[in-house]
């Protein structure tokens, strides 16, 4: 009787240890994107959650960037998604404009580790109640230069747009033709002018109310007068400079690489993505925020980064929690993973990066969420300014005015033309 009492309680102590919740294997699929070093780093993480779980195998399904977010749309639509899917914090706008697109987490609550959040973090991916998704970390738009490069070119780094503008002719004239101070990609040129132009007039690009675009014609004639300023001035390559390149991520292509690209407007949670590629003695730092003289506002976008996200045609909704949970919440899970998606969020995530030294406040991905805390930002974080959509559009009216097809007002003209059937679209 004593040994039957003594198995029986092993047993209930190793089932409350790793909640497993059946004897029989499982396989989840989890779905993410993301560059080479992200990709090591969470494939081993996925090695230690099998250790920890040995019923529960997981089937790793990762890609670049591109065609990921088309990728999983159709997979939604399908219903034939991975069990757990990395999300953008503004899928859920066009996704699950109800809360039920993806399966609600409010029902597996203890294995996902809810109280390792504060109730600000998961009310971004709280619709209708639900929580759709386990908000992986804060994401800001920053500035980050090759120290080396610009130590090359002997300019210090520019705190105004207008020393921005000036520090293309100076690198084209110390270092040459194909060295620049800044490389765009696409939503980092639309969030750079959004910026600009929130300084100056502390105005939306887009009313929310009435699902339409909010700048007049000669705010967005001016908005891309000031884009086209930056590309005459040799501040960044167009993008028939960057074509010629091939199609890719603008941190993985030779010029960037090579340090002939000397820094990006861009996310905080790309920096260890970006700095990775990077060739020593160059280094990627974190420089000031240019602002006009007097601006009352940075107009920096700021958001939930990434996310976790559950299937709602999940068969075993319980292993994907515990995935999530161990992913987010647990040391031997978080540490292998480190900043390659951001700051987490995570209490307990956070708590374990800086038990293991990952987590310093003078890392360039943590000095950005600091430098942001500092300025004066109280302009909307509008989903819509992510929408695949609405990026295109706008590059449209960037690669006419780059390629010399069109005048800047008559690019304005055409992107109005059909901005707004877009917005109505997306907004519904």
């Known amino acids: 009787m004593k040994t039957a009492l003594l198995f029986l309680l092993v047993c209930c102590t190793l089932g409350n240890a790793s909640l497993a919740f059946s004897s029989e294997q499982v396989e989840l699929r989890f779905s993410w994107w993301g560059g080479k070093s992200r990709n090591v780093a969470t494939l081993e993480a996925l090695k230690a959650f099998e250790v920890r779980y040995p019923s529960i195998k997981v089937k790793a399904e990762y890609t670049g960037w591109d065609g ?6 159709t997979q939604l639509n399908s219903g034939t998604e991975a069990d757990v899917i990395q999300t953008n914090w503004n899928w859920l706008t066009l996704l699950s404009r109800t809360g039920d697109g993806f399966y609600d987490l409010n029902k597996v609550s203890k294995e996902v580790g809810l109280e390792h959040y504060s109730p600000e973090s998961l009310t971004t991916t709280t619709v209708n109640g639900k929580v759709n998704a386990m908000p992986i970390s804060s994401n800001v738009m920053l500035f980050y230069y090759n120290a080396h490069t610009w130590e090359k070119a002997g300019v210090p780094f520019p705190t105004t747009w207008d020393e921005l503008r000036a520090a293309g002719q100076q690198f084209k004239e110390k270092l040459g033709d194909n060295y620049f101070p800044l490389v765009l990609s696409e939503q980092d040129a639309l969030m750079l002018v959004r910026s600009y132009m929130y300084q100056k ?16 014609h000669e705010e967005l004639v001016e908005g891309l007068t000031f884009y086209k300023s930056l590309m005459d001035a040799h501040v960044a390559p167009n993008m028939k400079q960057i074509a010629s390149f091939g199609k890719g991520i603008n941190y993985e292509m030779k010029p960037w690489i090579n340090g002939e690209w000397g820094g990006v407007y861009n996310w905080n949670a790309l ?15 974190m420089g000031p925020y240019p602002m006009l003289p007097g601006a009352k506002d940075a107009g920096q976008f700021r958001k939930t980064a990434l996310m976790y ?27 292998p993973v480190g900043l390659e998606r951001g700051a987490p969020l995570s209490q307990t995530g956070e708590k374990a990066l800086r ?46 005015i780059d390629y010399g097809k069109k005048t800047v007002d008559q690019a304005a003209t055409e992107f109005e033309q059909q ?5 109505k679209r997306i907004m519904r």
């Open 419 to 423: 901005v707004n059937r877009i917005l």
């Open 271 to 285: 920096y260890t993505a970006e700095a990775g590629n990077l060739i020593l003695p160059d280094k990627l730092v």
């Open 201 to 216: 007039y502390q105005k939306e690009m887009i009313d929310v109310e009435s699902k339409t675009f909010a700048w007049s």
């Open 355 to 400: 038990d293991a030294g990952i987590w310093q406040d003078n890392d360039p991905v943590i000095q950005g969420l600091a430098q942001s805390a500092k300025l004066p930002n109280a302009s909307a974080t509008l989903p819509q300014l992510e929408d695949g959509q609405f990026v295109t559009l706008f590059d449209n009216a960037r690669e006419a």
């Open 68 to 73: 990921y977010s088309s990728r999983v749309t």
């Open 309 to 335: 996200s559950i299937s709602r045609h999940t068969k075993h909704p319980k292993e994907a929690a515990l995935l999530l949970n161990f992913l987010l919440n647990e040391k031997e899970g978080v540490v």
